[in-house]
Protein backbone atom coordinates (compact mmCIF):
# COMPACT_ATOMS: atom_id res chain seq x y z
CA UNK A 1 0.00 0.00 0.00
CA UNK A 2 1.31 3.39 -1.04
CA UNK A 3 1.66 6.87 1.48
CA UNK A 4 -0.97 8.86 1.29
CA UNK A 5 -0.46 12.34 0.87
CA UNK A 6 -3.05 14.69 1.43
CA UNK A 7 -2.72 18.22 -1.05
CA UNK A 8 -4.41 21.91 -0.28
CA UNK A 9 -3.91 24.76 -2.52
CA UNK A 10 -6.26 27.57 -3.01
CA UNK A 11 -4.72 27.67 -6.92
CA UNK A 12 -6.38 25.48 -8.90
CA UNK A 13 -3.80 24.98 -11.60
CA UNK A 14 -0.80 24.37 -8.64
CA UNK A 15 -2.95 22.38 -6.47
CA UNK A 16 -3.22 19.60 -9.20
CA UNK A 17 0.60 20.19 -10.38
CA UNK A 18 1.23 19.05 -6.66
CA UNK A 19 -1.17 15.84 -7.08
CA UNK A 20 0.50 15.06 -10.60
CA UNK A 21 3.79 15.31 -8.69
CA UNK A 22 3.04 12.85 -6.26
CA UNK A 23 1.20 10.72 -8.11
CA UNK A 24 4.09 10.26 -10.71
CA UNK A 25 6.42 9.76 -7.95
CA UNK A 26 4.10 6.58 -6.72
CA UNK A 27 2.22 8.43 -3.86
CA UNK A 28 -1.61 7.85 -3.25
CA UNK A 29 -3.27 11.72 -3.11
CA UNK A 30 -5.75 12.93 -1.41
CA UNK A 31 -6.52 16.49 -3.70
CA UNK A 32 -6.72 19.11 -3.95
CA UNK A 33 -8.12 20.72 -1.57
CA UNK A 34 -8.83 24.57 -1.58
CA UNK A 35 -10.46 25.12 1.67
CA UNK A 36 -9.98 24.31 5.43
CA UNK A 37 -12.98 22.56 5.71
CA UNK A 38 -12.52 19.99 2.89
CA UNK A 39 -9.55 19.72 4.73
CA UNK A 40 -10.59 18.68 7.42
CA UNK A 41 -13.54 16.38 6.61
CA UNK A 42 -10.93 14.24 3.95
CA UNK A 43 -8.78 14.05 7.46
CA UNK A 44 -11.85 12.83 8.84
CA UNK A 45 -12.26 9.63 6.82
CA UNK A 46 -9.01 8.88 6.48
CA UNK A 47 -6.08 9.96 8.12
CA UNK A 48 -3.20 11.07 5.86
CA UNK A 49 0.33 10.02 5.64
CA UNK A 50 2.04 13.59 5.10
CA UNK A 51 0.15 16.85 4.38
CA UNK A 52 1.26 19.35 1.50
CA UNK A 53 -0.64 23.24 2.26
CA UNK A 54 -0.29 25.78 0.86
CA UNK A 55 -0.42 29.26 3.22
CA UNK A 56 -3.64 30.24 2.16
CA UNK A 57 -6.35 29.01 1.14
CA UNK A 58 -9.66 29.98 0.41
CA UNK A 59 -11.40 29.95 3.39
CA UNK A 60 -8.55 31.27 5.57
CA UNK A 61 -4.84 31.06 6.72
CA UNK A 62 -3.49 27.45 7.18
CA UNK A 63 -1.56 28.08 10.21
CA UNK A 64 -4.15 26.74 12.90
CA UNK A 65 -5.07 23.08 10.04
CA UNK A 66 -1.41 23.10 9.77
CA UNK A 67 -0.58 23.00 13.71
CA UNK A 68 -3.83 20.49 14.10
CA UNK A 69 -2.15 17.72 11.71
CA UNK A 70 1.20 18.59 13.44
CA UNK A 71 -0.97 17.63 16.84
CA UNK A 72 -2.16 14.62 15.31
CA UNK A 73 1.02 13.25 13.97
CA UNK A 74 0.62 14.27 10.68
CA UNK A 75 3.56 15.57 9.18
CA UNK A 76 3.36 18.77 7.06
CA UNK A 77 5.00 20.69 4.42
CA UNK A 78 3.72 24.17 4.20
CA UNK A 79 4.28 25.24 0.63
CA UNK A 80 4.19 29.31 0.89
CA UNK A 81 5.99 32.19 -0.69
CA UNK A 82 9.45 32.89 0.24
CA UNK A 83 9.18 35.76 1.68
CA UNK A 84 6.78 33.94 4.37
CA UNK A 85 9.66 30.78 5.18
CA UNK A 86 11.33 32.62 7.80
CA UNK A 87 7.69 33.51 9.77
CA UNK A 88 6.64 30.03 9.27
CA UNK A 89 9.63 28.24 10.36
CA UNK A 90 9.18 30.10 13.56
CA UNK A 91 5.21 29.95 13.91
CA UNK A 92 5.42 26.24 12.87
CA UNK A 93 8.59 24.54 13.91
CA UNK A 94 7.16 21.07 13.39
CA UNK A 95 6.24 21.90 9.86
CA UNK A 96 9.10 21.87 6.83
CA UNK A 97 8.54 25.03 5.09
CA UNK A 98 9.26 24.76 0.85
CA UNK A 99 9.63 28.13 -0.84
CA UNK A 100 6.93 28.71 -3.81
CA UNK A 101 7.24 28.16 -6.75
CA UNK A 102 9.03 24.46 -6.02
CA UNK A 103 10.35 22.29 -9.15
CA UNK A 104 9.00 18.86 -8.48
CA UNK A 105 12.56 17.64 -7.77
CA UNK A 106 12.99 19.68 -4.77
CA UNK A 107 9.36 18.94 -3.41
CA UNK A 108 9.95 15.11 -3.64
CA UNK A 109 13.06 15.50 -2.04
CA UNK A 110 10.99 17.52 1.20
CA UNK A 111 8.64 14.24 0.94
CA UNK A 112 11.44 12.19 0.90
CA UNK A 113 13.48 13.47 3.83
CA UNK A 114 9.67 13.97 5.86
CA UNK A 115 8.47 10.62 4.89
CA UNK A 116 11.74 8.67 5.47
CA UNK A 117 12.10 6.42 8.49
CA UNK A 118 13.92 7.67 11.56
Do not use: W
Request: glycine letters at 6%.
Amino acid sequence: MSLRILIADHEFVSGFDLCDTCEEAGYEVVGPHAGISSVMLACQMTKPDLAILDLELVDGLSYELAQKLLDDNVPVIVHAATVQVDELAARLPGALTVPRPCPPADLLHAVNRVLAPA
